[in-house]
């Protein structure tokens, strides 16, 4: 039952970090009132102190949930890219792949190349748990490889697990290489198991890398000397923007903070503090000073000062921190800290229709399925189930203590909202965006847009996953305290 919990908590928090895009908080209509019966107006309306017991407390130090919270990004990256990500494997900094690779040396004889195969070390044939972009020293290994297609077809910008691909590089001088230093080389990749990067999608975008990125920035700015040198890549530029559109309006944007990488760095380089210049699009013209510079090196000092080795690892628990915030991890915590002290039958009732439905339906259908054609006997130790005589009781366990999990979530969540005082004015700006999601979703009907934003259909788990579950993360991470990184981001939450 462990893994199943598991399992259960993963499906909502990958469903409210998806599709809490999909909701734009815009006044537009007044939705309808749902029936008196609905779960979400027993959860609006009765006193839930009846049902649930919990504690939100002042403080919360975060030496004491680092651990639990980094397991729940693990199976949250872990699920999301299972449900999402099928076979493509993307090569970006926080991704983890596991892959199998070979080498040819490549020559030009005539005019054409010629591929002879080497033998790579043992340690590089084979890569268990590789972090793209984790090591500054393979960064030029990580840049060809994000580049490379699968064989045939040369166009993706992506790779496909299990799927030879090819890809050409010159390797660095420098003894690490021996003899093909400064040499071309041609790879064969097999990626054999990738995990994607953290995502957060809201109203459209990846919100993830924005807020990481602003994030770190801001650590930097707030904890780095600043230098006079010139802009280069990985320095971190502090500036103002003021953009004039074509009709003669200007809008100011002050203190903004950018790492120059990518295209960044192309209008940023070799530029330095008090420099000023403009960029002409089609549409609008910005003006650009630069405020601050903050060297990729001083950068490092500051980060290893923080505690940390690397760059990389002060962003990987930024990422972390930001699955803790908006996708649920901080609620997963605080819902497994509070005592359900009894379940509502509505409630129970309900939910074990709505998710007999739509919960696992594959999985339970295949188990039924093996029993019958094997034998509950052999079905039930192949799935490794004991202290059961048939599958069907097991998968009958297996719904109610999902349903009582999900309607513990739910009532807790509620509760907390209720406790914190927000949630009469959360559940306005939901109504108000469900509305226009209707509309511009082409939706028939509430329920239809509904189902498209949660799996059993339910108003309070849309309401639950899209609203609750982020602003309570925003509400309990301004919270904690002992972390490296929170004082310099106190004031960093999206919250309302």
Known sequence: MENTNKNT????????AFLAALLVIVPLVVLLAARSTAPIDFLMEKDLSKYVDFEIPETIKYGDIKEAVASGYDVFRVGLTESYFGTDVYV??????????????????????EYTEITLPAEYAKIVGYRPYSEA????????????GNIDDYSQYYLSKNTAAKFELTLPEGERFGEYAGKTLRFTITVTDYVCRYIYLYD?????????????????????????????????V???????????????????????????????????????FTEEFSDITENFVIKGVYKAENAEEAVKALGYDSVFALKEELRIWCYAVYSDGFMLLATQSAKVLSYPK????TYTKLEDATWETDFRKDAVSFAEALGDETALETYGITGYETIEDYLDDLLEDHVKTLTGELMTSFAMAKEF?????????????LASYIVSGGFANKQEALEALYANGD????????????????????RVTDAPFAQYLTDSYVSY
Not at 137 to 148: G, I, P, S, T
Request: charged share 30%; proline share 1%.
């Open 204 to 236: 459209g975008y990846d919100n993830s890398i924005t807020t990481v990125e602003d994030w770190y920035c801001k650590i930097i700015t707030s904890t780095a000397e600043k230098s006079s040198g010139k802009i280069e890549e990985g320095d971190i």
């Open 9 to 16: 908590k993963k499906l909502v928090i990958i469903i409210a």
């Open 421 to 433: 005082g927000v949630l009469e004015e959360l559940h306005e700006r939901y109504e108000t965006s």
């Open 238 to 276: 502090l500036f103002d923007c003021t953009d004039t559109y074509k009709n003669g309006t200007t809008e100011k944007y002050e203190d903004l903070c950018i790492e120059a990488t990518g295209d960044y760095l192309e209008y940023f380089k070799d530029r330095s503090e008090g420099d000023s």
């Open 346 to 349: 509505n409630l129970l009732n």
């Open 459 to 478: 108003e309070a788990c849309v309401f639950y996953s899209n609203f609750l579950s982020p602003i309570l993360g925003t509400k309990f991470a301004q």
């Open 137 to 148: 020293e393979n960064r030029f290994f990580d840049d060809a490889l994000a580049k490379a």
């Open 92 to 113: 970006e900094e926080g991704s983890t792949m596991d892959f199998t690779l070979s080498a040819e040396l490549v020559t030009e004889s005539e005019g054409a190349k």
